[in-house]
């Protein structure tokens, strides 16, 4: 997703999905909770035997206040257990670790269900399936690098029981977290504090900690330890995960590059890299140098991964494929948002323009996946649009732009449909790589050739205001690139 104002970025924040208590009350009792399974009682049992003194369990009421320090809390969105833990019973005898663990149980379903709730293509569970072969033929000149090192790494730094200090720092280092922590910054909607490696370091080592309380906080809820805690509870079933991976990659990249390179121009060269990592609330991201995936909220959803992989990678391309409003080449995601047309009214309907653009291109070479739930929304991105016009762009009030904006992304909202739509218009006029040919145009080409296939097409998407102010916008770029070739 585009942040406002913001370097761009992709993919949803769970705060922009769906809203959840922001304390968590003592869960109430459930079928699953008054019979839970064995397994899971006497690995609660085994540890809270090893807590000394057992009064240490109500230590965990100050874990969530902890990693929200570190920029791994849930701003409000997940329920906070701190009250629920502050009042466990003490885990003394066998009595009272009975009755901690089952209190520690109910917890644990509440915290599910609350993720279930606010965020539904969260995947709890690994299926076990092999990588589909998928249909695609892969082009030449498109390649695509897969980077897994941030997960393997844990994985790995585990196996002996615990990840220290030094190997929690080495793989908060690694430069594909590195970029996935500077996307989470860029973003510009989610509250601060925001993680540095020094914080993603410290809630690697406590996801890896052989202490009982810190294993028991790993159990309670997957995001926890900024989703490092669903690995270190299922390290077997991630191994497994990058061992199916590695067999089907073939097929995997193979797909991609062919949904990219169909919305790219003939004769596309372009190297893109993907990486998966981990970072709770945020699933996909992007930087210019590369794309990324947090795996813990994806697992084995092949179709889900590739539908990122494609989106995300395409995203990539983007940056090399669309010149800056001026026509020059872009360095980087905020060059392609950005318009010095000495004009704030302008300026902002150029940001709204070429995030709409860019994200309706990616959703479209994604796939038919999300297909229904975009064109549900084309009419409300229009809508949208329109009422940018009429107030920012004719009225004036500059400072409504961001919450306009803002309000167009939420939660793959209006604005990704409307580009999609648009998008859409080309590829049934032109084909697939017209897309992308248009693309290179810049912004404004794309969104008026789009725009007037609609018209013909009798798509009402658009309203005559909003096409008379993009109209207006690409004259005052006309001119101003008149401007610019004349004082050369």
Not at 82 to 90: E, F, I, Y
Not at 137 to 154: M, N, W, Y
Request: proline share 6%; aromatic share 6%.
């Amino acid at each position: 997703m585009f942040a406002a104002r913001r370097v761009p970025t992709v993919l949803c924040l769970i705060a922009l999905l769906a809203a959840a208590p922001t304390r968590a009350a003592t869960p109430a009792a459930t079928p699953r909770d008054t019979a839970p399974a064995i397994a899971d009682e006497e690995w609660l049992l085994a540890e809270l035997a090893r807590i000394d003194p057992p009064a240490r369990l109500r230590e965990l009421a100050a874990y969530q206040a902890w990693q929200a320090a570190r920029g791994g809390g849930f701003h409000g969105l997940l329920p906070d257990p701190s009250d629920s833990l502050a009042v466990l019973p003490p885990p003394e005898g066998a009595a009272g670790r009975r009755a901690a663990a089952r209190a520690l149980l109910r917890l644990r379903d509440a915290n599910r269900a609350a993720l279930a709730a606010a965020h539904a293509e969260y995947v709890h569970d690994f299926t076990g399936a092999p990588v589909p072969a998928f249909a695609g033929e892969a082009p030449v000149g498109l390649t695509i690098a897969l980077d897994t090192a941030a997960v393997r790494g844990f994985l790995d730094a585990l196996a002996d029981g615990r990840v220290d200090s030094a190997e929690a720092a080495r793989l908060a280092a690694l430069p594909a977290n590195a970029r996935m922590l500077r996307h989470r910054r860029d973003l510009g909607y989610v509250p601060p504090p925001l993680p540095d490696a020094g914080d993603l370091a410290a809630m690697i080592a406590r996801a890896g900690s052989p202490d009982p309380l810190d294993r028991i906080w790993c159990r309670l809820q997957p995001l926890n330890c900024f989703g490092y805690a669903d690995l270190a509870v299922r390290r077997g079933a991630y191994a497994d995960f990058l061992a199916r991976l590695a067999a089907g990659e073939g097929d995997l990249l193979g797909a991609a590059r062919d949904r990219v390179a169909r919305y790219a121009p003939p004769g596309t060269v372009f190297e893109g890299r993907f990486a998966l990592t981990v970072g709770a609330l945020v699933r996909g991201w992007v930087t210019p140098e590369q794309a990324g995936l947090n795996i813990e909220q994806v697992k084995d959803d092949w179709d889900l991964l590739l539908g990122t992989l494609v989106e995300e990678t395409y995203h990539q391309l983007q940056v090399v494929l669309c010149p800056r409003a001026d026509g020059g080449r872009a360095a980087g995601f905020g060059d392609l948002v950005a318009a010095d047309l000495d004009d704030p009214r302008q300026e902002r309907l150029y940001e709204l323009l070429a995030t709409t653009v860019l994200e309706g291109t990616a959703n479209r070479a994604r796939g038919d996946a999300h297909a229904a739930a975009l064109r549900a929304r084309v009419a409300d991105g229009g809508a949208l649009l329109d009422a940018f016009v009429e107030r920012v762009v004719r009225g004036g009030d500059v400072a409504a732009a961001d919450s306009l904006i803002g309000a167009g992304l939420r939660g793959n909202g209006p604005l990704y449909a409307l580009g999609w739509h648009l998008a859409g218009r080309i590829e049934e006029a032109e084909g697939p790589a017209a897309v992308g040919v248009w693309l290179s145009r810049g912004v404004v080409p794309f969104f008026r050739q789009a725009a007037g296939l609609d018209v013909r097409a009798r798509g009402g998407a658009l309203s005559a205001r909003s096409l008379r102010a993009v109209d207006d916008l690409a004259v005052r770029l006309f001119a101003l690139e008149r401007e610019k070739e004349k004082g050369r």
